[in-house]
T-cell receptor, first 116, second 114 residues
Framework: EAGVAQSPRYKIIEKRQSVAFWCNPISGHATLYWYQQILGQGPKLLIQFQNNGVVDDSQLPKDRFSAERLKGVDSTLKIQPAKLEDSAVYLC??????????????FGEGSRLTVL | GDSVTQMEGPVTLSEEAFLTINCTYTATGYPSLFWYVQYPGEGLQLLLKATKADDKGSNKGFEATYRKETTSFHLEKGSVQVSDSAVYFCALSDMTGANSKLTFGKGITLSVRP
């Protein structure tokens, strides 16, 4: 079974430029998450989708970050304009939606962003 | 809100040493608890989980017991190997169904010397 795919793996940009990250979840996984992992910290949830609808985007900096999952499969996270503090690894994860809270999240390898 | 607190790191051990990594949590409901591991150059992967009080999760020689009375989920291994060198994250999930999400601790880096 193919895992969660993310691209690009690495991106270096200058501040005020824009960047986009792509994620393809495991086939059949209705729930998709984007997490931000700053060096030395644990992953922080940015946005959660259920199919093509947003479940939680309370921690997404909406003035510069946007995300979509138009067809309920793959997803794109965009940052525009980028700031120095956006340097982080952006993790995509997916999960089979179940009735409980025990379902495992499967993570991609992440996209490492460096803002200069 | 929900939170997870992990002991400060990094941790460096010799091969075959005993490992304990402390984790405590704060949650409003009845969370499930997880340990995720991130090996160098790889993505996060589930190591073990426990879904209710007194449950013990185990995998690859690692164990953790869900202690509701102390709100803890400490990770242990009796004899670590060099291949266990990685970053370990404690996490909880306190919502059900489509709202379920993970809240992570800061992570701790484990280095095992031969």
């Amino acid at each position: 079974e193919a895992g969660v795919a993310q691209s690009p793996r690495y991106k270096i940009i200058e501040k005020r430029q824009s960047v986009a990250f792509w994620c393809n979840p495991i086939s059949g996984h209705a729930t998709l998450y984007w997490y931000q992992q700053i060096l030395g910290q644990g992953p922080k949830l940015l946005i959660q989708f259920q199919n093509n609808g947003v479940v939680d985007d309370s921690q997404l900096p909406k003035d510069r970050f946007s995300a979509e999952r138009l067809k309920g499969v793959d997803s794109t996270l965009k940052i525009q304009p980028a700031k120095l503090e956006d340097s982080a690894v952006y993790l995509c994860a997916s999960r089979l939606t179940t009735g409980g809270n025990t379902g495992e999240l499967f993570f991609g390898e992440g996209s490492r962003l460096t803002v200069l | 809100g929900d939170s997870v607190t992990q002991m400060e790191g990094p941790v460096t051990l010799s091969e075959e040493a005993f490992l304990t990594i402390n984790c405590t949590y704060t949650a409003t409901g009845y969370p499930s608890l997880f340990w995720y591991v991130q090996y160098p150059g790889e993505g996060l992967q589930l190591l073990l989980k426990a879904t209710k009080a007194d449950d013990k999760g185990s995998n690859k020689g690692f164990e953790a017991t869900y202690r509701k009375e102390t709100t803890s989920f400490h990770l242990e291994k009796g004899s670590v190997q060099v291949s266990d060198s990685a970053v370990y994250f404690c996490a909880l999930s306190d919502m059900t169904g489509a709202n379920s999400k993970l809240t992570f601790g800061k992570g701790i880096t484990l280095s095992v010397r031969p």
